[in-house]
C-alpha cells in the first residue's frame, strides 16, 4: 500500500499523456483490466465472504488503535499533547489519519498525473512512503524501511543531497 498511490498516478499519468483521446481510454482501461486481474489471482484463495474479510482485517487492524506506544510517527508524537485516544472515537481516528494520509500524498500524486517522469516517480515513491509512515493507521516501526529505497535512489542520483560532503 506504501507504493501503490504513486504508481497508480504514474500509471495513470503516463496513459493519459497518450496523444488521443481515445487512445487514452484504450490505456486506461487496458492498465484496469490488468489491475483487476492481478488483483482476482491474488485474492483467489480466499474467494469466500469470510476470507476476504479476514484479509482486510489484517490488511487494515482498525480494531487494534491509532498507534503503539514504540512507533515514531505523528500520532504517537501528538498523543501526549492532544490526548485524543480519550475524546475521539476509534472510527474518527481512522478517518482523520486516512484524510492525513491522503492529503500528505495528494501534491506528489497531481505532480505525477501532470508530469509522469523517472525523476518524479522516485519523488513520489519517497514522499508517498513517508506520507505512510508519519500519518497511517496502525504504523509498524519498520515500516520506515519503505522510504529508505527510494531516499537511496534519489541521493545516489543527486550526490549534492549527501550530507556527508
Not at 32 to 47: D, E, K, M, Q
Not at 85 to 91: D, F, L, N, Q
Not at 116 to 131: D, E, I, K, Y
Request: proline share 7%; charged share 10%.
Amino acid at each position: 500500500l506504501y507504493y501503490a498511490p504513486t504508481f497508480f498516478c504514474y500509471l495513470l499519468g503516463r496513459c493519459l499523456q497518450r496523444p488521443t483521446t481515445l487512445a487514452a481510454i484504450g490505456d486506461v482501461a487496458k492498465l484496469g483490466s490488468v489491475v483487476i486481474a492481478t488483483f482476482a489471482v491474488n485474492l483467489l484463495p480466499w474467494l469466500s465472504v469470510r476470507g476476504v474479510a479476514q484479509v482486510l482485517h489484517r490488511v487494515f487492524p482498525i480494531a487494534r488503535g491509532l498507534f503503539e506506544d514504540k512507533v515514531a510517527n505523528f500520532w504517537c508524537a501528538a498523543a501526549p499533547v492532544l490526548r485524543l485516544k480519550s475524546w475521539v472515537p476509534k472510527e474518527h481516528l481512522f478517518m482523520m489519519s486516512l484524510a492525513a494520509t491522503i492529503l500528505a500524498i495528494l501534491p506528489s500524486s497531481i505532480l505525477l498525473l501532470r508530469s509522469p517522469t523517472p525523476r518524479v516517480f522516485l519523488l513520489g515513491l519517497l514522499n508517498s512512503a513517508l506520507a505512510f509512515f508519519l500519518f497511517a493507521y496502525q504504523v509498524h516501526e519498520k515500516s520506515i524501511l519503505f522510504a529508505l529505497l527510494p531516499l537511496a535512489l534519489v541521493q545516489a542520483e543527486s550526490p549534492g543531497l549527501s550530507i556527508l560532503g
